[in-house]
Nanobody, 128 residues
Framework: QVQLVESGGGLVQAGVSLRLSCAAS????????MGWFRQAPGKEREFVAA????????YYAESVRGRFTISRDNAKNTVYLQMNSLKPEDTAVYYC?????????????????????WGQGTQVTVSS
């Protein structure tokens, strides 16, 4: 089992930055790719960013590319999402996810179905 706990969300004004963190515990050594997803009210959960185990591969949704940066510290079992130039449309609950499928050891999946474990989410609200 893997437990994921997100932190760092909050209420901010447009244009500022936030950094989300996701700490993994339990069988964290079995985690390969990690991702961030978000879900706004009345909308489906959508992909934001993903990173491979080594950090060598990263992917971003078009809507956040150039503003958000995903990174990870495997020694701390933590993945981060640095969010700059926040916009009101970034308002959502942000979830981190972990992929423990050994067949995707070097992957950074962009689909929710690839992830086995999810955090409880952290709210990010951006006011205009």
């Amino acid at each position: 089992q893997v437990q994921l706990v997100e932190s760092g969300g909050g209420l901010v004004q447009a244009g500022v930055s936030l950094r989300l963190s996701c700490a993994a515990s339990g069988r964290s050594f079995s985690i390969y790719g990690m991702g961030w997803f978000r879900q706004a009210p009345g909308k489906e959960r959508e992909f934001v960013a993903a990173i491979s185990r080594s950090g060598g591969s990263t992917y971003y949704a078009e809507s956040v590319r150039g503003r958000f940066t995903i990174s990870r510290d495997n020694a701390k079992n933590t993945v981060y999402l640095q969010m700059n130039s926040l916009k009101p449309e970034d308002t959502a609950v942000y979830y981190c996810a972990a992929d423990t499928n050994i067949g995707r050891i070097n992957a950074a999946p962009r689909t929710p179905a690839a992830y086995d474990y999810w955090g409880q989410g952290t709210q990010v609200t951006v006011s205009s």
